[in-house]
């Protein structure tokens, strides 16, 4: 989604874990055009490449209170749709189906796994960094979930916010 607009180079930066304020606060929209939001973006990309399994990140998630996330679900067993790196700025939700309960894990909450229910299909519209031109994504099941995931974050909940029920919370399964 991002590959029109100009490289730049990203740092991996360390992710904030709950409880840190941050993560359960509405982030503030960005300018999409400015030079830091553009940095941002790329040091989400770096920082969520590095990172075994992640799927996506949100500026919250790096101590950045900023409405900009990023997404790749390429090549993850899950996915049925993929639309390939997705990088967000000032996000909304568009539409959104019938909720689907799932699994869910977090960076921000690395000890647990969540049951959560969450729109099986949704469509997303944002700005793309750099340039701020308008892009739209309509994803199903996996990516759709990974979408409201990130999307939560930057509205301050974590999954555990949406946790479906008293045995829904998990520890999360540690392989040597």
Known sequence: MCSEEPHVEGSVLS?????????????????????????????????????PGCVGLAAPQIGVDARVFVLDVSGHPKARSCAGLVVMVNPLVEEAGAPQRGREGCMSVPDFTGDVARPRTITVSGLLPGSGRSVTVTADRFEARAFGHEIDHLDGLLFLDRLTGANALHPRQRYL
Do not use: G, K
């Open 15 to 51: 992710v904030v874990r709950a409880p840190a304020t941050i993560l359960s606060r509405r982030s503030n929209e960005v300018d999409p055009q400015d030079p830091a939001v553009v940095q941002l973006a790329a040091d989400l990309v770096a920082t969520m490449r590095i990172s």
